[in-house]
């Protein structure tokens, strides 16, 4: 036992010494490392902070909490014997708050510099820089706001102040008013009566305005530019000269106290009981129908273009009825152009055959056998005209009747109407607006002159632009639901369409009105046969005789819708008795023509009066001449004639 102790007291004596070893070493601290990256060489904002004072911060041995020390020593670590169960261990004690430090007192402010002593800087620049780093040390501050008692001579570099006050420097004041003065200005205004000084002047008047130069009368039938406009009418007949009937006395007399008579100023009261009442007037026209004509027309509309495109297409190149009629169509949208194009492709392909006709073997005959044999009568041309119409989208209808052709005769005064029967064929076809063409396709084509005689392929336009009322003038439909009028009427009788004008045969019209554009029912003299006596004209005892034609249209150009600028016309005549022809030129407007001969200088009873077309003069075209050249060139150049019209003397 005794052995043992000294062992026991060195072990005890080593711990102390080692605690006592201790003493003033923090054993938690470890050897600080050097920063791996080198220190950065800029200037950072944690540099220009103010520094912390030691004793607000410091916590003891190594800056660390004081823990379990005890007057900076450690306790002696526990022993446990094997078997020996741990002693428990007591809980740290909480450590207490370090004492705060005793309030010192501020250090007094450095003494301010006087304003003299302040340094002005040229430059923005290093204003600038101050206030730079004035804000560069708001932001790293603790939200601590600048005051006025921490701010520091640099910082007031930039600003400028103003000069010191020294009375000495300011103006003097003006001197001040005497009473005397003040009184004068108070002085109250007089109340006087100003009177306008006017210079007085002589009053002139005002120079008077020259008269313009009289107008001179404008002649009749020119408009302001100079230009001759064409009068709507043609002037009137000369009449035959009348005396005037004698005056008695009393009847002068009366007119004398007439004419002293003062006239009244009030005009004299309209008579109601005679003003025209304009329902009945308008009672008496005719209803218009829903197949009126469209408000384009027809005898002026230009249809160069689907009768130069028929042109291209000659039957023996034609290989069947479908092809041909989608070549005609193809280039037109208009109803009326594709229904023109078929009619003239019909004039160019298709003969009348004449052998046939006045041989009286005409054989029936199909769309398709007319067109491999291009021979045909009016029928074939209507039954092809409906085929080819037909495959080309328009509707079209062969119409069968009565038609006032090349073996009409007029019906003598007094014979028996002859009963209702059939010997033409033509067509219907819808056009624009969804109105119903009457044409004749066969007429339009040429005409005949007799047994024996060729054909004569002669385009005639007008029995394709006509109205429906003037072709049924020359037409009757079998089918009385194909008169297509447009007159109001439904249809016409067969004895009015028959006699037709009571007053006798018609005057002769030549081809060339049609081509020309002259209106084949506007003749005058109308009839055919023409008195030489002059009682017979217009009532009895007239000294001449009028006669005149006129365009088909108002609207009609020769240039733009016929073959160029207008002839001139005259009247062939024969004189007194018949012993002296003479020519007598036609006047115009433009729109009519008319000419005035005594009805003794027309000839003798079975000659023939005819108006004649100037074609050429000395070889070159004759359109476009006027009355004069004509005049200039009768009877001393050759000339070239071609007939319009003709009546017959009796």
Known sequence: MAAEEPQVSSIQSRIAALNLGQVGRNPYATTAREPENPPSTQRRASEHLPSVSSSSTSNGIGNEPKGAYQNGVLPPPAITRTGQKPAPQPEPATPKLPRRPTAKPSPALPPRRPSDQLSRRDSMESVSSAISNISSISALSNNTAITSGSRTPSMDAGRVRAPA????????????????????????????????????????????????????????????????????????????????????????????????????????????????????????????QATALSSSCMKCRDFSAPDAHAAKFPRQSVPSLDWLAAQLVAPFSSLTDRARAIFTWLHHNIYYDVESF???????????????????????????????ATKAGLESLVISGHGKGFSFAPLAPGSPIPAEYSTHAWNAVKIDNGEWKLLDSCWGAGNVSGKGKPYNKDFTPKFFTMDNNEFGLRHFPSNKSHFFRTDGRDRISWEEYILGDQGGPLLRIFNICSAEGINETKFQPRYLKLPTDPSKHNGGGAPTVRFQFEKICEHWDPVRNGRGKPYVYFLAIHGLDGRQDDSVPFDSNGHFWWADVPARLLGAAGQTVTVFAVETVDGRSGRGLTRGDFEAAKGRKAMGFQGLCAWELC
């Not at 130069?213 to 002649?219: C, I, L, M, S, Y």
């Open 358 to 388: 006045f041989n009286h073997c005409v054989k029936p005959s199909t769309p398709a056998s007319t067109l491999a044999s291009g021979l045909a009568v009016c029928e074939g041309y209507a039954g092809l005209f409906t085929a080819i």
């Open 165 to 288: 006050y020294d009375p000495s420097t300011l103006p003097p004041l003006p001197p001040k008013r005497s009473q005397q003065e003040k009184e004068k200005a108070r002085i109250p205004l007089k109340a006087t009566k100003s009177t306008p000084s006017v210079i007085s002047t002589e009053a002139f008047p005002p120079p008077a305005t020259p008269s313009l130069p009289p107008r001179t009368p404008a002649r009749e039938g020119t408009n302001q530019g100079g230009r001759k406009l064409p009068p709507r009418e043609p002037p009137p007949m000369p009449g035959r000269p009348t005396r005037s009937p004698m005056r008695s006395s009393t009847d002068s007399g009366i007119n004398s106290v007439q004419n002293n008579a003062t006239p009244s100023s009030a005009p004299p009261p309209v008579p109601l009981a005679s003003r025209p009442d304009l329902s009945k007037i308008l009672a008496t026209k005719p209803k218009p």
